[in-house]
């Protein structure tokens, strides 16, 4: 029996490995990217319905954007910038709701990702 669960275990690993080997490595960096947003968005309190504000953990939040920021900033030249604008555009939006959402604002350039994307305005 244990043979068995091993067997289709292994089959199922591998099955895995061959669909994400179909993906262009395009979709697997923007939907790493929306992800990360998603996520942060959620961390920032800007998830819907009743318990946002339960749900917002900015130091959570925090590394989220860092890991987005370093992961936008090295990939934009190599998805282009039909891809890259838009994940830009939404890191931005997520820096500018964290700082609105701390109760005391990182100082001008010390936000997180900032080190890779500059002072947000």
């Known amino acids: 029996m244990e043979n068995y669960e091993d067997e289709q275990l292994n089959e199922a690993v591998q099955e895995q490995v061959r669909d994400i080997a179909e993906v262009p490595a395009v ?15 959620v961390k920032c309190g800007l998830a819907e319905g009743d318990d946002a504000e339960e749900l917002k953990d900015l130091d959570e939040a925090r590394k989220l954007i860092i890991a987005l920021a370093g992961l936008v900033t090295a990939a934009a030249p190599e998805v282009g910038s039909q891809h890259a604008g838009p994940l830009r555009d939404g890191l931005r939006q997520l820096q500018l709701a964290f700082r609105e959402a701390s109760v005391i604002p990182d ?6 990702g900032e080190k890779f994307t500059g002072p947000v305005n």
Do not use: D, K, R
């Open 27 to 41: 979709e697997v960096i923007t939907t790493t990217a929306v992800h990360l947003m998603s996520a942060a968005a």
């Open 107 to 112: 100082p001008p350039g010390q936000g997180p």
